[in-house]
């Protein structure tokens, strides 16, 4: 029996180890924590465990998905817990853990397990894993590595200057836990993606200002509390001054960075010849198969996607080829197929940092990831409802939880309120 070795008992961990088990094939999942649900894991904790690891969860309390749960299910199994679109954390955890249950996979689960390092050893990988609660080194061998270890765990700071001199507070999205700490204060948050978008509102309750610094070439749309402004990107800062690329300049206690995360893999050997640049991950095959040792693949890798329905659809298209139902394409080929497709991609005004965003053009990955591996395809009105709960989220930030949508069929959704 072929051996698979999946890092992260998350959502692209779980999904993967069931696709595994149904193709007759030796799943085990080693996950550093005690918990099931990787990102979706609360925890008070900042910094590091008791273990000396880093925090691997960006939760908050009180979070509620900023994308409807009728998309974030996985494909023949959906999250059914509410009546409303937007559900508090905990249900997508449960939702994780029913999952774990009905496909029986726990027993594929070694909690508490850090994986150390992953070696090419001729045809097969060596992992080399640390069992925290022994603190005992473990050498594993398997014919097939997931990577499975999700992307919003490893802070992005941007290089601003006079940064380190500025006498105020500075922290980044992912020690983030309530808006507490803000309160009374003036704030400056970096960076207007979701996390930006989301924090700004629930910042915004208690703080006495807020600016929101962003590049986007025109000002949201979205209407903000009455505390809140927005300013162009940072020029630099001073010890109690911040200065903006329009010649602007205000005083704030606290900076606060939600500039995203940094794929990051340590436990990866560099003979695995995975590296990455700025935030370009290389060199992988469809996003998701290392062309140089097509027996590891990483699976989630892409972001503003229908996440639990892409990983998914990508252990299966792994498992497709890792079965021999169907060969791979040559290195040749999958590197030059990878070029072309990046070489669209940057045509079009994609930055390098941009390589994996999906965002309105998913549709067209998961049908191309389909097609390859003649497997099925992601429902279309996945996409359809992503994409319009996104820009609902642009529009009106304040009020666009209150949506209540329903899938009709494969094609159309309907919102009821």
Not at 231 to 256: A, L
């Amino acid at each position: 029996m072929k051996r698979v070795c999946i890092v992260g008992a998350g959502t692209a961990g779980l999904c993967s180890a069931r696709r595994v088990l149904e193709n007759k094939m030796s799943a085990t999942i080693y996950e550093q924590t005690d918990q099931i649900g990787g990102t979706w894991v609360y925890t008070d904790r900042i910094g590091t465990d008791d273990y000396g690891l880093d925090i691997h969860s960006s939760m908050y309390q009180g979070l509620r998905t900023n994308l409807p749960k009728e998309v974030m299910g996985y494909p023949d199994y959906q999250i059914q817990a509410s009546d409303i679109s937007y559900v508090p954390s905990e249900i997508v955890r449960n939702f994780l853990e029913q999952f774990t249950n009905k496909y029986q996979l726990r027993d594929c689960i070694k909690f508490l397990h850090y994986v150390v390092n992953i070696i090419p050893k001729r045809d097969k990988w060596q992992v080399i894993v640390n069992d925290l609660k022994k603190q005992s080194i473990k050498f594993e061998l398997y014919d097939y590595v997931m990577v499975c270890n999700g992307h919003y765990h490893t802070p992005l700071y941007p290089s601003i200057e006079g940064a380190n001199i500025y006498k105020g507070y500075q922290l980044h999205s992912h020690d983030y836990k309530n808006p507490s700490r803000f309160k009374d204060e003036t704030v400056l948050i970096i960076g207007a993606g979701p996390s930006g978008m989301d924090l700004c509102h629930e910042i915004s309750k208690v703080a006495k200002k807020v600016t929101l610094s962003h590049h986007l070439p025109e000002s949201l749309k979205t209407l903000f509390r009455f505390n809140v402004d927005q300013k162009p990107d940072v020029k630099y800062v001073g010890e109690g001054r911040v200065h903006f690329m329009d010649g602007t300049m205000d005083e704030y206690s606290i900076i606060f960075y939600c500039t995203g995360y940094k794929y990051a893999f340590p436990f990866l050997s560099t003979d695995c010849g995975i590296h990455v640049d700025d935030n370009y991950v290389q060199p992988l095959y469809k996003h998701c198969i290392n062309t140089n040792y097509p027996s590891m693949a990483f699976i989630g890798i892409p972001y503003y996607v229908c996440a639990a329905q892409m990983c998914d659809l990508q252990a299966r298209f792994c498992m497709k080829f890792w079965t021999q139902q169907k060969s791979l394409p040559s290195q040749y080929e999958m590197l030059t197929d990878t070029k072309q497709q990046m070489d669209a991609r940057f045509a079009k005004g994609y930055k390098k940092r941009q390589a994996h965003m999906m965002g309105e053009e998913q549709g067209f990955y998961y049908t191309d990831l389909a097609k390859t591996a003649d497997i099925e395809d992601i429902k279309p009105v996945m996409t359809l409802l992503h994409n319009e709960s996104s820009r609902r989220f642009m529009d009106d930030l304040l009020h666009f939880r209150d949506d209540i949508f329903r899938i009709v069929d494969d094609n159309h959704f309907i919102k009821i309120n």
